[in-house]
C-alpha cells in the first residue's frame, strides 16, 4: 500500500464513532478553530513537531482535532499507529533516521485498540527524536492538568521530554443556543527552553479567538495563513480533497 492510502487509513481509524471524518475545514467552518490557528498548526506539522490534544469530557473533539492535523503532514512521513506495546519497542530500537509518526489514539488506561498507559506512556513520548514525532490525545483540559497526569506516578514522563511535544492543544465543549459548541481553548507551541509558551485562547464570553503571543518568524507564517484562508475559501470539506491540496502545496503548486 502506497504512503498516503496507508496514512488516510490510519487516520480513518481513529473514527470510532462513525460518520464522515472531519477536515480542517470542516473545523474553521464550525467556528472550532480559526484560520490562523490551522495555520500555525499546518507549519507545526511541516516543521517536525509532536502533536497532543487534550479535553477532560469525551466527545469534545480532541481526536477530531488530531486527526484533522495529522491530514496535514508532510508526503514523506509515515503514520505508525501504535496497536501493542512492541510497537513502541522496536521503534526505540531502530535508529530515528526515518520520518514516522507513531500514533497512539489515546494515553488512556482502557483497554481498546490504540489505547496506551503505564510505561507505554513515557516510552512512546520518547520515541519523538529527530525526524520522528508523536501524536496522541488524553483528558486534560489545560497545559498544568496535562503535565501532571503524564509526568507524575503512574506515568513519570521527564519533563525535558515532554517539552519537546511542538504543538499541544485543548478542546472545549459546552452549550450554546445552537446546542453543542466545540471550540480549541487553547493552543501551546515548544518555546525550544523546555517548556511551552501560550500562542492562541478562546474567549467564551466573545466566541473569538484572542491571540495570547505573537508568533514566531511572521513571514513564513504567511505561506501557510494564505494556504489555509485559500483552503477555506474552497469550501471542500471532504479529507481527501484537503489532502490533495495540502500535498500541491507542498511541492510548490499552490
Given amino acids: 500500500m502506497d504512503n498516503e492510502r496507508w496514512n488516510d487509513d490510519q487516520i480513518e481509524r481513529l473514527n470510532q464513532r462513525g460518520g464522515r471524518t472531519l477536515s480542517i475545514v470542516d473545523l474553521i467552518q464550525a467556528g472550532t478553530i480559526s484560520v490562523e490557528m490551522a ?14 490534544t487534550g479535553a477532560r ?13 495529522l491530514h496535514l503532514l508532510p508526503p514523506d512521513v509515515r503514520i505508525v499507529t501504535v496497536d501493542d506495546s512492541r510497537v513502541i519497542a522496536d521503534g526505540l530500537a531502530r ?14 488506561s482502557g483497554h481498546w485498540y490504540g489505547y496506551i498507559w503505564g510505561r507505554d506512556v513515557p516510552q512512546f513520548l520518547a520515541l519523538a527524536s529527530g525526524p520522528r514525532r508523536i501524536a496522541s490525545c488524553l483528558h486534560a483540559d489545560t497545559l498544568d492538568e496535562l503535565t501532571d497526569i503524564l509526568c507524575s506516578p503512574p506515568l513519570g514522563v521527564e519533563a525535558e521530554v515532554l517539552g519537546r511535544v511542538g504543538a499541544i492543544l485543548f478542546m472545549h465543549v459546552g452549550r450554546s443556543l445552537r446546542g453543542l459548541r466545540r471550540r480549541v481553548a487553547t493552543f501551546h507551541e515548544a518555546d525550544g ?21 505573537g508568533p514566531r518568524d511572521p ?25 490533495r491540496r495540502a500535498l500541491a502545496f507542498y511541492r510548490g503548486e499552490g
Fill in 39 to 52: 495555520a500555525c498548526g499546518m507549519r507545526a506539522m511541516a516543521e517536525g513537531a509532536s502533536l497532543l
Fill in 95 to 108: 535508529p530515528a533516521d526515518e520520518p514516522l509518526c507513531y500514533l497512539a489514539h489515546e494515553i488512556g
Fill in 219 to 243: 513571514a513564513d507564517l504567511a505561506r501557510y495563513t494564505a494556504f489555509i484562508e485559500s483552503l477555506a475559501a474552497t469550501g471542500e470539506t471532504d479529507c481527501r480533497s484537503v489532502r
Fill in 57 to 69: 469530557p469525551g466527545g469534545a473533539g480532541k481526536t477530531t482535532l488530531m486527526a484533522s492535523l
Fill in 193 to 213: 527552553c523546555g517548556a511551552h509558551r501560550l500562542l492562541y485562547r478562546w474567549d467564551e464570553a466573545s466566541d473569538s479567538f484572542e491571540q495570547a503571543s
